[in-house]
Structure formats: structure tokens, C-alpha cells
């Protein structure tokens, strides 16, 4: 199993071009179902979790072919209802397949979905979602079995709280239902916003995108059409913390400054230099140290829980203490017994860390827990004290495109162990 290598010490300075988004091209890639004609996506990462959804996807019989980094999905036909276990247990994401196979088969059959170990993570907005539009649900064995024979209904829908992946689904399923529906409380984050954009050009009635509260009228039909993945918010905010961790200088090319308001200006608190550019973002910073924040994770716009791991390794060096609270996932502190191996100062309480700042941190063999938690780790491995060896790097692997090569532009000394049977 590979492992990564990284030796601290050296500032980063050069230009990091920013993928397109892993959360916004998995939904779209699904949306594929929804449609005989083909969907040609542009700006698709090359990562594992894609890889994943394309067999996925192919087993329900649509064509999936790349081309550099164009993914061109055509569902003529969709062969098979059942997105089975072995196939839906890695990736929690491969759920959405669910409302677009309701939607246009009237029934679909999907395993109960696993993914990264950070709490409980029903789907049950899904299933409540799909019922509204008309839906019978049974669980059984481990699957969940939707049926609507007769075609799905335009419903009211209402959240209880906002849910990136039921809005999705359910979005997905009401634009080929009958009549209209409401989504009220959707979430807002911009992948769901880049997920409507491309319905709505494959000839979907949406109106409210962007905001919370979604109109679909449905269609009976929607077409083909090309679409291109919007920036990754969670690479770009992660290699801003890179450069704030290690010092020196990074422009993050495409990086969209209104995806990530919510982490510049903790970051400028702390004394980081962040700037918009054309076509861009700049973060730096000189010499000196900086300074600590409070975080508190909330949906978007709020701060990220796909950033939290990052930001903690961040302050494991920052000049005082810090307190950061994740509200969307239980158990998403993996990440801080692996940094406390390399010398860093955190207390868990629950749901909350302190995080007292150390002078220096010291390179350690550490594990990657899951896929946020995997770059914290390379992020402490930047800014410490001597050689940090990462084990179980395929969790990184499914979120982050050729992170050692855009590190390494940059001047990080990191590189990849290849196959070596350590760390499980
Ligand atoms: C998506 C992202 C993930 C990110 C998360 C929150 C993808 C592929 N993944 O995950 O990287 O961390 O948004 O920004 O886009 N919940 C329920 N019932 C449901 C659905 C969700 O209780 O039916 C809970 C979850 O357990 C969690 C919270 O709602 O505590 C938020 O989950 P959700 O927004 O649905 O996240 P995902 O779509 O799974």
C-alpha cells in the first residue's frame, strides 16, 4: 500500500492550478441518468471516487468515456435498477443514483451506502424526499427499494435541516416528475448550485438556484448537453492552509474567492495574506507566525467541515489557542490523536477542540483516518521538524488530484512510497 513521504521546513512558492471540484462532479456524473442523450462534462478530476461512480454508473448501463479531462456519459438505455453492496459501500455519494433511477425507471434498488467512517450518516431525507414525490420505500437486506410504477408527483418538501446530498437527489427526481415541486431549506453549498446549472441546460425547469428554497416544474424528458465542473472550494482552501502552515507564497489558479469567504477571513484574523486575482487567488505569508481563531463548521456559507482537519493542523502551530466545533459530522476528530503524535496540543471535548499552539512539531509515521483528515496530516508534515511518513494514503487518493506533484511545483519535498505492505 502506498504511503507519502514528506520533510518539513521548506516555504512554498509558485503557482498550484485548482481541479474541479470532486463534490460537484460526482452528482453531475449521476445526472447523466436522467437523460438518453450525453452529458459531456469538462474539468473532471482524475481521482479514485470518480473512477468508482463510472463503474457504478456503467453497471447501470450508461457509457462512460474520458478524455483527458472530458467525461462524456450517455444513458440511451439504463440496463439494471440495482446499484448493488459491493459497489455503493466505498462511496456514500453513489446514492444519488437513486432519485435519477426512480425518476426515470419508476423503481430503483440501492444498497445502504458506506464511505468515510465519520459518524452515523443516514440517508433518511432521501428516502422522506422521495416519498413526497410519491414513492413506496421499503428497506430490506440492507437495500433500499423505491418504486413509482406510475411516475413520481410534484411535491412540497421541506428539510428539516439542510442535507448536500438529499437536495441533490431529490432535485434530481423532481425534475422528471409530474407538476411541481418545492425543495424549502436546500442546501446552498456551490456544488448543488453547479448540479442545478447543469439540469437546468439539459432542459430542467429550475428556478432559485443558488438560494434555498428550489421550484422545479417537471418535464417529461430532459437532453444531452456539455457542462463544466466548477473549481474545487475544499483543494483550493486546503492548499491556502498549505501555504499559510509552511510560509511563503501560492497563487491557486481558478480558485473562486466567493466559494471560500468563510475560510479568508479566518485566515486573514490570523495574520495570513489572502487576495483575489485575476483567475485567482493569492495567499501568503512572510516570516513571521500567526495568530489562533475559533472555527465553528456550519453548512455553507459557513466554514467548512471538509476543511476543519485542515485548519486544526494549522493551528497546531499558530501563536495561541484555538477552539473549533464540528456541527455536521460526529466523530470527525480522527485526525487529532495522529497530530498529537507529532507533538501537537489538543484537548477533545466531544463535538469541540482546543487546540494550544506549539513552537514546533516533530515529523512522525502517522495513519490516515479518512479523506480530510489524510491532508491534515500532510499539511502538519510541511511545517515539522524532519520526515513524516503517511500511511494509507488511498484515502487520499479519492479526493485529491495529484497532490504531490502540485506540492512539490511549489517547493514541498514530498513524494510517494510505492506498495509497500505498511499501515494496513
Ligand atoms: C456532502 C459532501 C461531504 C461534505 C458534506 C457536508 C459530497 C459527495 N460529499 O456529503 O464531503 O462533508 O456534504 O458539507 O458532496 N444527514 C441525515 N440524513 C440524511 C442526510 C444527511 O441525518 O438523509 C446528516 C448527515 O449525517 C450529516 C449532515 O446531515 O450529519 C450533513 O450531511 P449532508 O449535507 O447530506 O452531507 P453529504 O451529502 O453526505
Request: charged letters at 20%; glycine letters at 12%; a neutral charge.
Amino acid at each position: 500500500m502506498d504511503r507519502i513521504r514528506v520533510e518539513g521546513g521548506n516555504r512554498l512558492k509558485g503557482s498550484i492550478p485548482i481541479s474541479g471540484a470532486k463534490n460537484a462532479a460526482l452528482p453531475l456524473m449521476v445526472a447523466s441518468l436522467l437523460t438518453d442523450g450525453p452529458l459531456v462534462l469538462d474539468n473532471v478530476p482524475d481521482l479514485a471516487d470518480i473512477r468508482l461512480l463510472g463503474h457504478i454508473l456503467a453497471h447501470l448501463g450508461v457509457g462512460v468515456e474520458r478524455a483527458g479531462r472530458e467525461l462524456t456519459l450517455t444513458a440511451g438505455t439504463v440496463s439494471d435498477t440495482t446499484a448493488p453492496y459491493d459497489l455503493v459501500r466505498k462511496m456514500r455519494a453513489s446514492f444519488l443514483v437513486a432519485g435519477p433511477l426512480l425518476a426515470r425507471c419508476g423503481e430503483a434498488t440501492v444498497s445502504l451506502p458506506g464511505g468515510c467512517a465519520i459518524g452515523a450518516r443516514p440517508v433518511d431525507l432521501h428516502l422522506k424526499g422521495f416519498a413526497a414525490l410519491g414513492a413506496d420505500i421499503e428497506l430490506s437486506e440492507g437495500y433500499v427499494k423505491a418504486r413509482a410504477p406510475g411516475g413520481l408527483t410534484g411535491a412540497q418538501i421541506t428539510f428539516p435541516f439542510a442535507s448536500v446530498g438529499a437536495t441533490e437527489n431529490v432535485l434530481m427526481a423532481a425534475c422528471l416528475a409530474r407538476g411541481t415541486s418545492v425543495i424549502e431549506n436546500a442546501a446552498l453549498e456551490p456544488e448543488v448550485t453547479d448540479l442545478a446549472h447543469c439540469l437546468i441546460a439539459m432542459g430542467a425547469g429550475i428556478e432559485g438556484a443558488g438560494t434555498g428554497r428550489l421550484t422545479i416544474t417537471g418535464k417529461p424528458s430532459l437532453g444531452g448537453a456539455r457542462h463544466a465542473v466548477v473549481p474545487d472550494r475544499i483543494e483550493a482552501g486546503t492548499f491556502a492552509m498549505a501555504a499559510a502552515i509552511a510560509g511563503g507564497e501560492v497563487l491557486l489558479e481558478g480558485a473562486r474567492s466567493e466559494h471560500l469567504s468563510a475560510l479568508t477571513a479566518v485566515l486573514r484574523s490570523c495574520g495570513i495574506e489572502v487576495a483575489e486575482r485575476a483567475g485567482g487567488m493569492r495567499v501568503a505569508r512572510s516570516g513571521a507566525g500567526y495568530g489562533a481563531a475559533d472555527i465553528v463548521t456550519e453548512p455553507f456559507p459557513g466554514f467548512p467541515t471538509d476543511l476543519q482537519a485542515q485548519f486544526m493542523a494549522l493551528m497546531c502551530l499558530a501563536e495561541g489557542t484555538s477552539h473549533i466545533r464540528e456541527t455536521i459530522f460526529e466523530n470527525r476528530f480522527m485526525h487529532a490523536p495522529e497530530l498529537m503524535r507529532m507533538g501537537a496540543d489538543i484537548t477533545l471535548r466531544g463535538q469541540s477542540a482546543e487546540v494550544r499552539g506549539v513552537r514546533t512539531l516533530k515529523g512522525a509515521p502517522v495513519m490516515a483516518t479518512d479523506l480530510r483528515a489524510s491532508v491534515s496530516l500532510v499539511l502538519a508534515g510541511l511545517a515539522a521538524e524532519g520526515e513524516s511518513v503517511i500511511s494509507r494514503v488511498y484515502h487520499l487518493d479519492r479526493g485529491f488530484e495529484r497532490l504531490e506533484e502540485k506540492l512539490s511545483a511549489c517547493g514541498a519535498r514530498i513524494g510517494r512510497l510505492k506498495g509497500e505492505a505498511q499501515g494496513g
